[in-house]
């Protein structure tokens, strides 16, 4: 209800009476009253005129589930909404809900994360309040081999949204980082449940740099937020909702093919090693070579120095 009432009104230029809530969502006016008394303590500024009723003056940076399934259209992305204050790992939950049957779609969304996880086994930073971290569980019918794709699939429609919106040009770092002038502003993790023929569920985590004011030491050369690229504080729930939109349309296309061959143009597109002299550090030895852009399993071609061509599917490159 909390969300069908934000929604409403964040869709309205005038009041919103009572009675025409009441009446569009087929509850009591004590509902709607409660239902607005509630939006008011999670920070929403809504003011309330006699005789006109209800008026959305500000939306708080928050990303809860009403917040967020209030702004979606999607048709399964995001379905579920689950919001947690913190949460030791999105990926550890939405796995847990995965097991217990939650539906393709569910999306688990926390506001801190105190063991988040990253690639390779490191671990991922969410601070309170400022940064992105969700997982969508998805229950494709697909060969396992191919889950990997998904991560580029994610990784094209988080860059496509955080484009869109801050007129960036930020690109992908094979296989899914997003970067800014060579600095990192989102990771993606996938991890699945699965036999030797079929998927059961994955999940697909990802944490986005928003509003982080500046990082530690370590992570200084390497990592960026958006409200530091553009100067200004970013909406999350706003890049949540264009994330997941993007990445429903990404779906639809690969789904067509169960590749990358309908995405591949785009993605190489915004490859930032397009080209570009990479070393691969390859689970069996590291070498170096000109990327060229990935085929349609999602593999990063590389040229080697001897004029060979790898397909890179596994590891990790750097320039
Ligand atoms: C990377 O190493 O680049 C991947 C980072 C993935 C981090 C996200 S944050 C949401 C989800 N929950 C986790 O524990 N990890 C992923």
């Known amino acids: 209800m909390k969300s069908k009432i934000l929604n409403r009104l964040r869709g ?12 569009e969502f087929g509850v009591s006016r004590t509902a709607v009253w409660k239902a607005i008394n509630q939006l008011k303590e999670e920070g929403y500024e809504i003011e309330a005129v006699h005789n006109k009723g209800y008026r959305l003056l500000g939306c708080p940076d928050i990303i809860s589930a009403e917040e967020v399934k209030s702004r979606l259209h999607t048709d399964w992305a995001g379905c579920e909404v689950k919001y947690f204050d913190t949460l030791d790992s999105t990926n550890i939950c939405a796995k847990r809900m995965a097991e217990e049957g939650a539906p393709n779609g569910t999306l688990v969304i926390a506001d801190e994360q105190t063991a988040g996880r990253g690639r390779c086994g490191r671990a991922w930073e969410t601070p309170k309040g400022t940064a992105i971290a969700m997982t969508l569980l998805m229950r494709p019918n697909l060969r396992p081999e191919k889950a990997s794709m998904l991560t580029l699939v994610m990784g094209m429609a988080v860059t496509r949204a955080v484009n869109e919106l801050y007129s960036l040009n930020c690109q992908i770092k094979w296989p899914n980082d997003v970067v800014w002038e060579g600095k990192k502003i989102c990771g993606i993790l996938v991890e699945m449940s699965a036999e030797m023929n079929a998927i059961h569920y994955l ?18 050369e390497k990592a960026i937020s958006l409200r530091m690229i553009t100067g200004d504080e970013v909406d999350r729930a706003q890049i949540i909702q264009h994330s997941l939109e993007w990445l429903e349309k990404y779906y639809q296309k ?3 093919t169960s590749d990358m061959s309908g995405l591949m143009e785009e993605y190489n597109q915004m490859l930032v090693n397009r080209e570009s002299e990479v070393c691969v550090l390859d689970p069996c ?33 750097s320039v």
Do not use: H, W
């Open 12 to 23: 309205a230029e005038e009041f919103v009476s009572g009675q025409q809530l009441c009446e």
């Open 203 to 220: 999940v697909i985590g990802c944490g986005i740099n928003a509003n982080m004011t500046e990082f530690p030491e370590e992570l200084k």
């Open 254 to 256: 690969f789904e067509e």
């Open 285 to 317: 030895g590291e070498y170096r070579g000109r990327a060229l852009g990935i085929n349609d399993a999602g593999e990063l071609l590389v040229e080697k120095e001897d004029g060979t061509t790898e397909n890179v599917y596994a590891g990790e490159v």
